[in-house]
T-cell receptor, first 112, second 112 residues
């Protein structure tokens, strides 16, 4: 089955700096890669996603890049703000199937 | 628009007592429904998923069960809770193909 590794497990950055979270996956059949943000005491929320036929996608201060050859994808947050502090999960899934494999999460702390 | 409701938000139950957590989805038909559990500071563990009424797949054998009596209703149950059942329970739905999850707000269960 699919295996997703996520690094780092914790990340502290100064407000205004950039943050990068990296994930690798094992199953070449995976073709959809969403990222979720989970604030304390809440359910995860989808913040951005990328399909396997796209190399990069950007939405304001967040962007995701995908390298299919190396089987890794990354979340980039620029100009970080305190409200970006949360746990971020990457995931890999094959659009035609039901199972989604999540990474283990990254706790991001933005220091004002 | 689609919304997902999950209740209760918090629950404290004694060991050996029964459990019933309910989740309903609005604004969509025949959703794929999921129950996840998240231990404190840990990742997301898939417990059950359902692609239709009375169609339940179990991912982790344990003393929990799930039922889907109606198209947009998903229930997580236990006859006798264990201490190890404590955690944050999340209901989620997603469509088919290229789509991520929409999670509920979660239920914090503490078994004492």
């Amino acid at each position: 089955g699919e295996n997703v590794e996520q690094h780092p497990s914790t990340l502290s950055v100064q407000e205004g700096d950039s943050a990068v979270i990296k994930c690798t996956y094992s199953d070449s059949a995976s073709n959809y890669f969403p990222w979720y943000k989970q604030e304390l005491g809440k359910g995860p929320q989808l913040i951005i996603d990328i399909r396997s036929n796209v190399g990069e996608k950007k939405d304001q201060r967040i962007a995701v890049t995908l390298n299919k050859t190396a089987k890794h994808f990354s979340l980039h947050i620029t100009e970080t703000q305190p409200e970006d502090s949360a746990v971020y999960f990457c995931a890999a899934q094959n659009g035609g199937y039901q199972k989604v494999t999540f990474g283990t999460g990254t706790k991001l702390q933005v220091i004002p | 628009s689609q919304t997902i409701h999950q209740w209760p938000a918090t629950l404290v139950q004694p060991v050996g007592s029964p459990l019933s957590l309910e989740c309903t989805v609005e604004g969509t038909s025949n959703p794929n429904l999921y129950w996840y559990r998240q231990a404190a500071g840990r990742g997301l563990q898939l417990l059950f998923y359902s692609i239709g009424i009375d169609q339940i797949s179990s991912e982790v054998p344990q003393n929990l069960s799930a039922s889907r009596p109606q198209d947009r209703q998903f229930i997580l149950s236990s006859k006798k809770l264990l201490l190890s059942d404590s955690g944050f329970y999340l209901c989620a739905w997603r469509g088919t193909g290229w789509s991520g999850y929409t999670f509920g707000s979660g239920t914090r269960l503490t078994v004492v």
